[in-house]
C-alpha cells in the first residue's frame, strides 16, 4: 500500500509541471515572435506564415532598396523672421501735422472770433458774443474776462483793419496760453539713474495709449526707454502696451492681472537701472472711485518708486472732449499727485480748444503735449505760437 505522503508529493509535482507548462506558453506568445494568421498565396493556392513582427528590443530590418535623403535633399524649416522695428517720427513732422490738423478742427473757434472783431461796427452786443463764443470753447470765465478786456483796451488804441485784427487776436492767444510757462520734458538719466515718467489719469481719457505714444517720441529723440505696465487692474492694458514696446523695440515690464501695481513699479525702475535706460515711464491704474482710495495707491507708487530713483515728471491725461469733466478730474488728481505737465487727447476731435487755457489755470502747470489723430505718431509737443496760429486757420 502507498503511503498517503507519496500521492501529495505526487499531486505536487503534477501542479508545479503543469504551471511551467502554462507559463512558457505565454511567454513564447508575448515575445513578438509568434507567427501571424496564415494567409493564402494567390499563385499556389497554399498557406504561406507572414514575417513574425519585430518585439521590444528588436531592430526593424530597413529593405536594402529604400531610397535615403542626402543633406541637399533635406528641407529644414526656416528660422522666424526678426521683427521690423519702426521708426518713429521726428517732433518737426509732429509739428507740421499738428498745425494742420489743429487749424481745419479748431478754426472755428479763432475764425468764429476773427469774423466778430472785424465787423463795421463792434458794439456791446458784439462783444458780449465774443464772450460766449470762448466760453463755449471751455477758456473759461475768468481767461475770457481778461482776453475780452486786453482786445477792447487794443482795438480802442490800435484801430481796426481786418490784417491788424489778425494780428491782434493772435497775440492775444498767444499771450492767454502763456508761453512763459516750461513744457520741457524732464526725461534726462542723471547720476546713474534713467528719469522716471509717471502717468496718471482716469480710464478712458487715452491714458495707456499716450504712454504708448511718448515711448516712440523718446525714441525719435535716440533715448532708451522702459515701459512698466502697472495698470494691473486691466490685463487689456498690458498688452496694448506690450505691444506699442515691441513695435519699436521698447521692453515692458509687467505684473500678474490683479497684482501690486507698486511692484511693478519698482522692477520697472530696477530693470531700468539695471538696463542704463535713459528713461522709465509708468503706466498707473486710473481708476477714480474715491479720492481716498486713489490717493493711498498713487502715493504708494510714488514711494516705492522713489526708493530707487526719483519721479522726474508727473504727467496728467486728459480728454480734451470732456469739458468741465475733465476740469473735476484734473483738481482731483492735482490734490493726490504733485501733477508737472498735461497732456491733452482728442485735441483734434473738438472745436473746444480753451480746455487748454482752463486746465493750464487750474492746475498751475503747463500742457506739455496734445494727441492730434489717431496715428502711432500723433502725439505732439505743444507749442502756444502752432496752437494760436491753428485756432486762426493758419497752417505755416
Avoid: C
Avoid at 470762448?134 to 474776462?145: E, F, K, N, Y
Amino acid at each position: 500500500m502507498v503511503p498517503v505522503g507519496d500521492y501529495l508529493y505526487l499531486i505536487i509535482g503534477i501542479a508545479i509541471a503543469f504551471v511551467a507548462l502554462v507559463v512558457g506558453l505565454v511567454t513564447t506568445r508575448t515575445r513578438g515572435r509568434t507567427r501571424t494568421e496564415p494567409r493564402v498565396d494567390p499563385g499556389s493556392g497554399s498557406e504561406v506564415l507572414a514575417p513574425p513582427e519585430p518585439g521590444v528590443g528588436d531592430e526593424a530590418e530597413t529593405p536594402r532598396d529604400t531610397p535615403t535623403r542626402t543633406i541637399e535633399d533635406t528641407v529644414l524649416p526656416e528660422a522666424p523672421e526678426a521683427p521690423t522695428l519702426e521708426r518713429p517720427e521726428s517732433a518737426a513732422g509732429r509739428l507740421v501735422r499738428l498745425r494742420e490738423r489743429l487749424a481745419r478742427s479748431q478754426s472755428p473757434l479763432g475764425r468764429g472770433l476773427l469774423a466778430l472783431l472785424s465787423r463795421d461796427v463792434v458794439d456791446e452786443d458784439t462783444w458780449e458774443e465774443i464772450e460766449d463764443t470762448l466760453i463755449t470753447a471751455d477758456v473759461g470765465v475768468g481767461p475770457t474776462q481778461e482776453l475780452v478786456a486786453r482786445l477792447r483796451t487794443r482795438m480802442k488804441v490800435e484801430g481796426k483793419t481786418s490784417a491788424g485784427v489778425e494780428d491782434i487776436l493772435r497775440e492775444e492767444l498767444v499771450t492767454l496760453v502763456d508761453p512763459s510757462m516750461d513744457r520741457s520734458l524732464h526725461v534726462d538719466r542723471s547720476e546713474g539713474r534713467p528719469g522716471v515718467v509717471l502717468v496718471v489719469g482716469v480710464n478712458g481719457t487715452g491714458k495707456t495709449t499716450t504712454v504708448g505714444k511718448l515711448a516712440r517720441v523718446l525714441v525719435a529723440e535716440d533715448k532708451q526707454v522702459v515701459l512698466g505696465a502697472a495698470d494691473t487692474f486691466r490685463a487689456a492694458a498690458t498688452e496694448q502696451l506690450t505691444t506699442w514696446g515691441e513695435r519699436v523695440g521698447v521692453p515692458t515690464v509687467r505684473g500678474p492681472e490683479g497684482g501690486d501695481p507698486a511692484s511693478v513699479a519698482f522692477e520697472a525702475v530696477k530693470v531700468g537701472i539695471e538696463q542704463e535706460a535713459d528713461v522709465v515711464i509708468v503706466d498707473t491704474a486710473g481708476r477714480l472711485q474715491n479720492k481716498a482710495g486713489l490717493m493711498d495707491e498713487l502715493g504708494k507708487v510714488r514711494r516705492v518708486i522713489e526708493k530707487q530713483a526719483p519721479v522726474t515728471e508727473v504727467l496728467l491725461v486728459l480728454d480734451a472732449t470732456t469739458g468741465q469733466n475733465g476740469m473735476v478730474q484734473a483738481r482731483v488728481f492735482s490734490e493726490v499727485v504733485n501733477v508737472t505737465g498735461i497732456v491733452l487727447t482728442k485735441l483734434d476731435g473738438s472745436a473746444k480748444g480753451g480746455i487748454v487755457v482752463a486746465v493750464q489755470r487750474e492746475l498751475g502747470v503747463p500742457v506739455k503735449l496734445v494727441g492730434i489723430g489717431e496715428g502711432a505718431d500723433d502725439l505732439a509737443p505743444f507749442e502756444p505760437e502752432a496752437f494760436a496760429d491753428a485756432l486762426l486757420g493758419r497752417t505755416a
